[in-house]
């Protein structure tokens, strides 16, 4: 079953990414990094890849999930970019998360307990239908609505990231208009002159090894690229490694200055 999986995937990507991109395997080798990134334009004639086996693995979603959380609360109407979260006064060990939140704060911060507030709001009947009749990625019963993005019940392979950003992008899901406005804004990391960069980390940290994330996309004058890399995280140092190395393998490909 694992093997048929792992075919059918395989073909979500186009002829183009079957092979090994030595630009993109040589970095990971460099920055001493195990872990898988492809990188593919809007139309799909364009994919690069590194490790296309492990690309399509699914590993927890993590806070990468938060995306399609985030256009599911907005439609749900649990929430808007409006509104304020008190803080339960509870110290975590996230600086961050230890303050009020808005829904903008909260999705660049990854805060945990304002996603799981969310998740009560929402409930485990309408999150199991909305994963489903998405197809992202795999949701295992039982589960539980406010832990199921990392305790491993909910996975999801790096060629699926992308399919669904693609999907998010081209506005293809069933959600309203504002909420993919709400969700644009609050997924920008970087705009300059030359491109606009829309991206969400993740950080399976009770996994074994630990799994981090990062998936987005980015629009710069010769169309839109979409990608989406993960690593297995051997330290909390080695978390920033999962922007440096996407933002490195946008630069190899000219994507970005």
Not at 170 to 196: H, N, T, W
Request: glycine letters at 6%.
């Amino acid at each position: 079953m694992r093997s048929l999986l792992l075919l059918y995937l395989a073909f979500l990507l186009p002829v183009t990414a079957s092979a090994e991109d030595a630009d993109l395997g040589g970095l990971f080798e460099k920055m001493g990094v195990t872990g898988t990134i492809i990188i593919s334009s809007d139309n799909g004639e364009k994919t690069y890849i590194h490790d296309k086996s492990r690309a399509s693995q699914r590993y927890r979603a993590a806070s990468t999930f938060k995306i399609l959380n985030t256009l599911i609360s907005l439609d749900e109407k649990v929430v808007s970019i409006e509104d304020t979260l008190k803080w339960d006064g509870v110290t975590r060990d996230v600086p961050e998360w230890n303050h009020d939140q808005t829904l903008e704060s909260a999705f660049k911060a990854s805060c945990v307990w304002y996603y799981q507030q969310l998740a009560k709001k929402v409930g485990g009947a309408k999150y199991r239908s909305y994963i489903s009749s998405i197809g992202y990625g795999e949701l295992h019963e039982p589960f539980n609505e406010t832990t199921f993005w990392l305790d491993g019940s909910l996975t999801i392979s790096a060629i699926e990231q992308v399919e669904f950003l693609k999907k998010v992008y081209r506005r293809q899901l069933p959600f309203a208009p504002s909420s993919y406005d709400v969700l644009g804004k609050i997924m920008l990391v970087e705009q300059s002159p030359e491109y606009l960069l829309r991206a969400k980390t993740g950080w399976a940290a009770s996994a074994t090894p630990s799994i981090g994330w990062y998936v987005g996309y980015v629009e710069n004058q010769n169309g839109v690229w979409f990608f989406a890399m993960n690593m297995d995280v051997m330290s909390n140092e080695s978390l920033s490694l999962r922007q440096e190395i996407v933002r490195e393998s946008l630069r190899l490909k000219k994507i970005i200055k």
